[in-house]
Structure formats: structure tokens, C-alpha cells
């Protein structure tokens, strides 16, 4: 701790200038399953937050706020971390009640409620600290025992003992292999680049082998061809708390494990030329997305649908994929709208039951321009108000009790589901619980 305060007090003597400024920031120490310190004991709050106090004090002494800005990780979320991480099977009830009392989207502080944790804790019958301090020896049974992750627990001990001595591992991409267990080369898993013999010859099959596409075409001014190629997809319940960010990642990772070549922009951080319709919210599944890629070789489709579902999640669906003309528009410019189905969830107590009733009048009034649909935000510290009313097109609740909205994209705004809804119920945040919402289709222009 003091090291973090002395070494933050040499980074400031080096600043060129009194203006420059120094951000630092700090997080409790997490041991996590599958890691040397799996075993470890985590610190409980009170000695987190005085740990806290040693560091803001040390540093309060070497700069003043306007040159330091000092930021820590919450260490109640840190606590929580700790217990999940490690927990086993018995902590699902504790779930199910913080998610029934009201918790989610913990993560963002401002949906962060401790107090509602603690009494999903209390009334499932554990205690916080308790959890927290449970010792794990090496070589009892752990929670997380059932889970192969290759690297043996032999070779986990070893770098625990190594830590303690203060002595590091060399990485053996770089050095000689330290015999984790990883490396399996009759399941086609071997480092390439280890300074050691490969006694087997890897087998490790592939959906699509990359000579069924064919080799990369040179124009005239020197530039690559490109083929530029529509994909649809699904994305089930389970995924749909991914970002956006984090849905891209998986997809790409997908296509590359399918051997597709993808094109890439240039400069000095190239990325796959791979586009969506628009970014989907989090907590919203979909039936149906849209994406574009270009690729420096054309590509069988055939074996594109056929590979799909070995390198993709499974709640990520193949629907359908064709090349586009190069004269095409961008895929965002040809989103027209978007439709989505709303249904109340299975439990008893969801008060939405009489609210899409409600939703669906109210919105008959917005299309009719008997009422404004305004919504309001805060950004960068202003209030915006932004009108909602022209993107409903329209809203009908079903013989099944599901409301069907259609939203249409105007100069290339696409509201959020979760606002329109929040919105048209009267409610102050976007829903949370009792309703469960699924985009049914994106609308493309052709």
C-alpha cells in the first residue's frame, strides 16, 4: 500500500507541468477459482475500507485533488464478487430472492443496493462475513472441483508456493513449457511457439478448411478485393445480457474459428470490417439480427450454415446469409424499423399483466397525435427532452396477451425498446422485472 502512494509520488515528479493530472485507481483483491490463489482468503469490508483509508491519506499527503484523482472499487460489490466467485449450488435461492426483491444491473452504481443483498442473504438463512472468511484447503473437495480447466492443481500449488517466495514464472510462449497440463497435442491443444519438441501431430478439425476459399485478388491501384456478405442470426436469453461490445467479440471470434478471411481496415489498429444493423440494449434477446462482413476471398455459404453451430454459442442461431452488390448501401442505413414482442414473466405477482392493457391504450392516443410521448435524460449534466412519438408506428396487444410494437428508424435514430416501454407505462426507469421483451424482426429496406 505504501508502495502504491510512493510510486504514484514518482509519477508526478516526472509531469512536465503543475497541470497535469494522475488518476489512480485501486480494487480489493478478488481470489477466483482456477488460479493459484484459489484458496486464499479474501479480506472482509472493515479491513478493505481501512485499507482504503492508508492509501487516500498517503496520497492526500504527496498531491492535492486537482493533480490526483484517487477512484476505488466499491468494496461491497467486492464482497459480493468474493462469495459468488467461489460459492457453490446452495447459493441459487440467493439469486432468485435479490433478483425478486428488485436487484439487477449491479455493476452500475446506480443500481447498486446493498441493503437489498443483505436481506436476500439474511432470509435464505447465510451470513455475509461468514461466507466471505471460508477457508479452502488444497486438496479438499471445492465447489469448482467438477470444472476441467486442464491446468492440473499440482501445477496451481507449485505457483502458489512460487508467489509466496517471491519468485516469478517465465511465459512460456517465450521460455521453456512449465508442464501446467494444458497442452494436450492428441486434443490438437499445443503452444507453437514453446521451446519444446511436439511429439504428436495436432488434429484439431475444422468447419470450413481454408483452401475451399480462394486466394486474395490485387487490383489495378493496388488495393484488395473485397466481398461484401449479409449474415442474420438469433440471440437467445442466455446471451442477452452481453453488450454490444461483447456480442461483437463473440461473432468475431466465431467467423475467425470458422477460418472465414475476413477484411480488415487499415492503419495502426486494424479491425475486421464487421457491422450490425444497430448495437442491441442489454437484457433484450432477438429472433432476428442483422449483420455485414467483407472478406479478401469469396466464401461457400454452404459450408459458412453448416460450420455455424460448432463455432458459435448455441444461443446463437444461424438464420440465413447472401452477398451483397458492392453498390449496396451500409446495413444501418437500410434499417427501417424494428418489431418487438412484450410478455409478462411467468410469476404471480407481475403487475405488468394490467399495465400492457394500459400501454397499449396509451399508445393508440401517442399514434393518433392526441398525446406526446417525451422522453427525458441527463447528458453530460443537461436534461434533454427527446420526442418518441413519430418512431411508433404501431402497438397491438394479442389473442396470446403479448403487446407487438413496431418502431420505425427516422434519419437514422433508433430508440430504445426498454425507453419507448418505460415511457409509455409512465415509469421513471427502464423495466427491470415482471416483463420480459424480444426483438422479433429487423425491417430491412431492400
Known sequence: MIGIVDLCGLALALSKNKRQRLNVSVSTFVPKPHTPFQWEEQINLEETIRRQEIIRQGLKKIASGRRLNFKWHDSRLSLLEGIFSRG?????PVLIKARRLGCSFDAWSDHFNYRLWQKAFSEEGFDLESLLSRKFLPGAPQPWGHIDCLVSEKFFERERERAFKQETTKDCRLDDCHGCGVCQPSRGIVNVT??????????????????????ELVLADGQRQEWR???????????????????VSVIIRGLRRLKIPL??????????KVSFVHA?????????EVMEFRTLAAIDLDQLKQGWPQALPSDL??????QLGARVAAIDRRLSGCVYQVRTEEVEESEWRTLLPKIELVAGQVIAGQRPLILQRRRKGKLQEVNLAPHIKTVMLNEDGELMISVAVLDGRNPNIFDILACLAGLDKR???????????SLMAS
Open 88 to 92: 457453490d449450488r446452495s447459493l441459487w
Open 194 to 215: 514453446a521451446n519444446v519438441p511436439i511429439l504428436e501431430k495436432p488434429s484439431a478439425p475444422s468447419a470450413i478448411e481454408p483452401q475451399a476459399f480462394a486466394k
Open 229 to 247: 456478405y449479409q449474415l442474420s442470426f438469433s440471440r437467445g436469453r442466455r446471451l442477452s445480457y452481453l453488450s454490444h461490445l461483447e456480442n
Open 263 to 272: 477484411a480488415f481496415s487499415q492503419g495502426f489498429h486494424p479491425h475486421p
Open 280 to 288: 442491441l440494449p442489454v437484457g433484450l434477446a432477438s429472433q432476428h
Open 317 to 322: 442461431k444461424f438464420i440465413d446469409a447472401f
Open 431 to 441: 423495466p427491470e422485472a415482471g416483463v420480459v421483451i424480444t426483438k422479433v424482426k
